[in-house]
């Protein structure tokens, strides 16, 4: 079993920038699929950005592709999200998710087993 921690969430102005960090407990971090949700109030959880065990596959919800990137550090068990040009609509709690059943990383809630508790991103227009 693996816990998740996120961290690096807070305010920022539209068009500026935050990295989000999760890090996992245990030392077999590499076995994990990775990925990254986000909810807004009133609103499901939506995927946003996965990646694979390795680090060599990434897949992006089309709202941030080309504005977010995930990337992945098995030697420090931490997976993050670095975000740019950040939008009001990004305004959610990341959560960060793992999963070590599947062969590659899933778009949807139910493809994952663990969860982190979450940290808030609010961006002001």
């Known amino acids: 079993q693996v816990q998740l921690v996120e961290s690096g969430g807070g305010l920022v102005q539209a068009g500026g920038s935050l990295r989000l960090s999760c890090a996992a407990s245990?030392?077999?971090?590499?076995?994990?699929?990775t990925g990254w949700f986000r909810q807004a109030p009133g609103k499901e959880r939506e995927f946003v950005a996965a990646?694979?065990?390795?680090?060599?596959?990434?897949y992006y919800a089309d709202s941030v592709k080309g504005r977010f990137t995930i990337s992945r550090d098995n030697a420090k068990n931490t997976v993050y999200l670095q975000m740019i040009s950040l939008k009001p609509d990004d305004t959610a709690v990341y959560y960060c998710?793992?999963?070590?059943?599947?062969?590659?990383?899933?778009?949807?809630?139910?493809?994952?087993?663990?969860w982190g508790q979450g940290t808030q991103v609010t961006v002001s227009s």
């Open positions: 990646i694979s065990r390795s680090g060599t596959f990434t």
């Open positions: 245990g030392r077999t971090f590499s076995i994990y699929n």
């Open positions: 998710a793992a999963d070590k059943s599947r062969a590659t990383p899933g778009r949807s809630r139910n493809e994952y087993d663990y």
